[in-house]
């Protein structure tokens, strides 16, 4: 076995596209408009799988008899944002244990010095990294095996999670070339998230919104209802400055560039189109256009997550139905790994 990853051949399977997020607490705009709504695009142009990341979350504490509702949260939040489980595929990582097998046998294929390398298990664990589980460690091993084992194409990624799609593409191209099967993993290609891919916080433009975040003020949750929305919209931070005519004046402002580019991502619109309409206008004229186009487009989503999320059994129902859809794919890709590695019976 070698060390390093080689190249690999052109795929030439069926393209696909995966990805998921963690129910360890409530969505917000970011979510929203950095995934959720990306999401039910793709649903239209692609083979789509969607699933709630309910193993990646326990890599830090969850209280076990929250996590299966906030799983069902994610899943209302993906409905309520216009995913169709008639076109996508939508289900829990856990229910389909595929995952965890292939994570094992790529466990053994990525070595230790790649996983060295992964800056943000250097950001999660910070000083105490001594402390921090060994799944924290290993997540993005376990993250290739949710790729790999729909032979995923296309992963919708941000900033955040490039080295880890590097890695996925190092583990697929050593596995093929160990086990002498060229072409049986693709090497995933990051897809380009466009306008509202990283949102900022409300009381901190330099920093990412984040439902962990002590301030509730820092983030519109989907939740929230349009009064609410309408009130942190008016309370973001801001400067004293109007709203400059270009770009690169702009981009000097942190707080102006995220409400900006909140509106522009609401809006369907550039941020340059943005600023034609309201370069030298104050924020006393923008942010009750900011709310008001806010409101018209989040609280429907809120509403419709409370109306899901008083009918449980409808969601459960919807996730069963995903996870089978799910491991129908899913268990031939291990059964051929399976065979490719050696194990017995297979």
Same mark, same amino acid.
């Given at each position: 076995?070698?060390?390093?990853?080689?190249?690999?051949?052109?795929?030439?399977? /069926?393209?696909?596209?995966?990805?998921?997020?963690?129910?360890? $607490?409530?969505?917000?705009?970011?979510?929203?408009?950095?995934?959720?709504?990306?999401?039910?695009?793709?649903?239209?142009?692609?083979?789509?799988?969607?699933?709630?990341?309910?193993?990646?979350?326990?890599?830090?504490?969850?209280?076990?008899?929250?996590?299966?509702?906030?799983?069902?949260?994610?899943?209302?939040?993906?409905?309520? %944002?216009?995913?169709?489980?008639?076109? %996508?595929?939508?289900? /829990?990582?856990?229910?389909?244990?595929?995952?965890?097998?292939?994570?094992?046998?790529?466990?053994?294929?990525?070595?230790?010095?790649? @996983?060295?390398?992964?800056?943000?298990?250097?950001?999660?664990?910070? #000083?105490?990294?001594?402390?921090?589980?060994?799944?924290?460690?290993?997540?993005?091993?376990?993250?290739?095996?949710?790729?790999?084992?729909?032979?995923?194409?296309?992963?919708?990624?941000?900033?955040?999670?490039?080295?880890?799609?590097?890695?996925?593409?190092?583990?697929? =191209? #050593?596995? !093929?070339?160990?086990?002498?099967?060229?072409?049986?993993?693709?090497?995933?290609?990051?897809?380009?998230? $466009?306008?509202?891919?990283?949102?900022?916080?409300?009381?901190?433009?330099?920093?990412?919104?984040?439902?962990?975040?002590?301030?509730?003020?820092?983030?519109? !949750?989907?939740?929230?209802?349009?009064?609410?929305?309408?009130?942190? +919209?008016?309370?973001?931070?801001?400067?004293?400055?109007?709203?400059?005519?270009?770009?690169?004046?702009?981009?000097?402002?942190?707080?102006?560039? !995220?409400?900006?580019?909140?509106?522009?991502?609401?809006?369907?619109?550039?941020?340059?189109?943005?600023?034609?309409?309201?370069?030298?206008?104050?924020? $006393?004229?923008?942010?009750?256009?900011?709310?008001?186009? =806010?409101?018209? #487009?989040?609280?429907?989503? $809120?509403?419709?997550?409370?109306? @899901?999320?008083?009918?449980?059994?409808?969601?459960?129902?919807?996730?069963?139905?995903?996870?089978?859809?799910?491991?129908?794919?899913? %268990?031939?890709?291990?059964?051929? +790994?399976?065979?490719?590695?050696?194990?017995?019976?297979?």
């Amino acid at each position: 076995m070698t060390d390093t990853a080689p190249a690999a051949p052109a795929y030439a399977g /069926p393209a696909r596209v995966l990805s998921g997020v963690q129910p360890s $607490g409530a969505l917000h705009l970011g979510n929203y408009l950095g995934a959720l709504v990306k999401f039910a695009r793709l649903q239209h142009e692609i083979d789509t799988f969607i699933f709630v990341a309910d193993l990646h979350a326990i890599t830090v504490w969850q209280e076990p008899a929250a996590l299966a509702q906030q799983t069902r949260e994610i899943a209302a939040a993906y409905l309520a %944002a216009g995913l169709d489980p008639a076109k %996508a595929t939508i289900f /829990p990582q856990s229910a389909v244990p595929e995952h965890a097998e292939l994570a094992w046998i790529f466990q053994c294929v990525a070595r230790l010095g790649w @996983l060295d390398r992964m800056t943000q298990f250097k950001e999660k664990s910070g #000083k105490h990294k001594e402390r921090s589980s060994v799944g924290l460690y290993t997540y993005p091993v376990l993250q290739a095996a949710d790729i790999l084992i729909y032979k995923a194409t296309q992963v919708p990624v941000g900033e955040d999670q490039k080295q880890h799609l590097e890695l996925t593409r190092d583990i697929a =191209a #050593k596995f !093929n070339h160990d086990f002498a099967a060229p072409n049986f993993f693709p090497q995933p290609e990051p897809l380009i998230q $466009g306008p509202g891919a990283r949102i900022m916080s409300l009381r901190d433009g330099s920093a990412k919104m984040s439902k962990s975040d002590p301030s509730d003020y820092s983030r519109i !949750n989907l939740t929230d209802d349009a009064d609410m929305i309408a009130t942190k +919209v008016k309370k973001a931070r801001t400067d004293p400055e109007p709203l400059p005519e270009t770009l690169e004046e702009l981009a000097t402002r942190p707080e102006a560039d !995220n409400l900006v580019g909140i509106f522009a991502a609401l809006d369907g619109r550039t941020k340059a189109q943005v600023l034609a309409d309201y370069a030298g206008k104050g924020f $006393g004229t923008f942010k009750p256009a900011l709310a008001e186009l =806010a409101v018209e #487009k989040l609280a429907p989503v $809120g509403e419709r997550m409370r109306t @899901l999320l008083a009918d449980p059994a409808q969601i459960d129902a919807i996730l069963a139905a995903g996870a089978q859809r799910a491991r129908e794919v899913a %268990a031939p890709t291990v059964a051929e +790994v399976r065979k490719l590695v050696g194990f017995w019976g297979a």
